[in-house]
């Protein structure tokens, strides 16, 4: 059953998951310190989220930080990343909170940035930092348009969002992962090579097909079908640009259950039982990896309740 066919209503997810394009973008994963009491988390996590900004701003949770702070109840499927290594690798940099800001103004969203490391900094420490923005026409810096393949309106809420009378329901399974792009080695390749290694083509965004279509494409290892059912999941990544030696892609995505991502991350690095890898891995390396839960804005707000005052109603 898909979460929009359940006869019982799904909870919202947390404010901005569908709220495209946001221009600008910035992502905080921290560790929580140990020796600190769950309830003085969960109060720095209510004052984090406490703004007056036009951003949006996401909280989500790795396995143990969940656990830590709700020990209570947890949805089936999460766990912590743990690398994977076959024709490629995807270390594994697992932390307990991920911040998910994003809006139209870039001051906003650093304000939004300062204002919750300010809130975090007794309990929690930064593991990454990075400011992501929205490229003309949606493109990765590699030049080839991101996010087509997205699906859209209900069929997004079946790929993102946990289905109805699940624990966590209306909440995502998020797989998070820092890119850096050796930028001038794909750039050495000629327009058709590149558009061999994304399966689509650069300019006009059009998908290969048939014979043209390599089966080491990136399209054609990420778009797959188990049963019949297609593995779709939701993707909001943003480029970012730290310095010359440091650019890529920060990949975001939300599923309804994790196996969507996990297959596709196998078929990636070549794990898969066809040991195919995904030729884009030749031209770009993932230097971090990390499952979360982002639980639906009422469990988020039942979770930081005693604390919780001013956290946002969600507004889709
Ligand atoms: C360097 C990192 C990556 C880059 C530059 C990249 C870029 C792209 C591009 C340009 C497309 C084609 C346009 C579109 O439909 O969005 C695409 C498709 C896609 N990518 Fe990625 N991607 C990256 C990593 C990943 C990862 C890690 C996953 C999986 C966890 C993933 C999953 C997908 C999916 C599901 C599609 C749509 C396939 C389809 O149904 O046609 N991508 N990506």
């Known amino acids: 059953m898909t979460n929009t066919a359940s006869s019982q209503p799904l909870p919202a997810p947390q404010a901005g998951l569908y709220r495209e394009p946001g221009n600008h973008a910035h992502y905080l994963e921290m560790t929580l310190r140990d020796g600190i009491a769950a309830e003085d988390i969960k109060h720095a996590l209510a004052l984090a989220l406490l703004q007056d900004l036009d951003t949006h701003i996401a909280l989500a949770f ?4 969940w656990d830590r702070l709700q020990p209570d109840w947890r949805p089936a499927d999460l766990q912590p990343f743990t690398t994977l290594a076959a024709k490629h690798q995807m270390p594994a940099t697992q932390a307990d909170l991920l911040f998910w800001i ?3 103004d870039r001051g906003e969203v650093m304000a939004a940035a300062i204002h919750i490391g300010q809130s975090m900094a007794a309990v929690a420490d930064v593991q990454l930092d990075i400011s992501g923005f929205k490229n003309h026409e949606s493109r990765d810096l590699t030049g080839f348009v991101d996010g087509t393949a997205n699906p859209k309106e209900e069929k997004r809420i079946d790929a993102a969002q946990i289905p109805a009378g699940q624990p966590g329901a209306g909440g995502s399974y998020v797989f998070s992962q820092q890119w850096r792009h050796n930028l001038q080695s794909f750039q050495q390749l000629t327009t058709e090579q590149q558009e061999a290694v994304i399966g689509r083509t650069k300019r006009d965004n059009i998908e290969l097909e048939g014979d ?8 054609s290892r990420t778009d797959v079908k188990v049963d019949g059912v ?3 999941i939701y993707r909001r990544s943003t480029p970012y640009y730290s310095s010359a030696e440091d650019r890529g892609l920060y990949f975001i995505s939300f599923a309804c259950e994790l196996k969507r991502i996990s297959i596709q991350l196998e078929r990636m690095v070549g794990a898969s039982d066809d040991g ?5 891995m030749g031209y ?3 230097l971090t990896g990390s499952y979360w839960f982002m639980p639906a804005q009422a469990d988020l ?3 930081l309740k005693e604390q919780g005052a001013g956290v946002a ?3 889709d």
């Open 62 to 65: 790795g396995s143990q930080g």
């Open 102 to 104: 994003h809006g139209e």
């Open 212 to 219: 043209a279509m390599p089966v080491d494409s990136h399209v």
């Open 230 to 232: 297609g593995m779709k």
């Open 276 to 280: 195919i890898a995904d030729q884009l």
């Open 284 to 286: 770009s390396q993932p």
């Open 301 to 303: 707000m039942q979770l």
């Open 313 to 315: 109603e969600a507004d």
